[in-house]
Nanobody, 116 residues
Framework: QVQLVESGGGLVQAGGSLTLSCAASGSISSINARGWYRQAPGKQRELVAVITRDGNTNYADSVKGRFTISRDSGKNTVYLQMHSLKPEDTATYYC??????????WGQGTQVTVSS
């Protein structure tokens, strides 16, 4: 089992930047992918970015060129650097780890609010 704790959310003006962190503990040796998702009020949760065990990354079209996902294996942490933030980026952001058996672990979420 994997425990995930997100941090770094907050209130920022449009055009600003934030970096989210997701610290992991537990059975992380079997993790295949680490990802960030977000859910705005009244909307479904959506993929923002993912980084695989091999370091390959994938992004939602809406954040390409603005967000960067990265990991620090030594710290068991995955990051989401967010630049040029827009009001439509406002959401609760969740970290998700997926293991080799396709079992997912989720964090509790961190709120990002972008004011116009």
């Amino acid at each position: 089992q994997v425990q995930l704790v997100e941090s770094g959310g907050g209130l920022v003006q449009a055009g600003g930047s934030l970096t989210l962190s997701c610290a992991a503990s537990g059975s992380i040796s079997s993790i295949n992918a680490r990802g960030w998702y977000r859910q705005a009020p009244g909307k479904q949760r959506e993929l923002v970015a993912v980084i695989t065990r091999d370091g390959n990354t994938n992004y939602a079209d809406s954040v390409k060129g603005r967000f960067t996902i990265s990991r620090d294996s030594g710290k068991n942490t995955v990051y989401l650097q967010m630049h040029s933030l827009k009001p439509e980026d406002t959401a609760t952001y969740y970290c998700k780890y997926s293991n080799r058996w396709n079992v997912d672990s989720w964090g509790q979420g961190t709120q990002v609010t972008v004011s116009s």
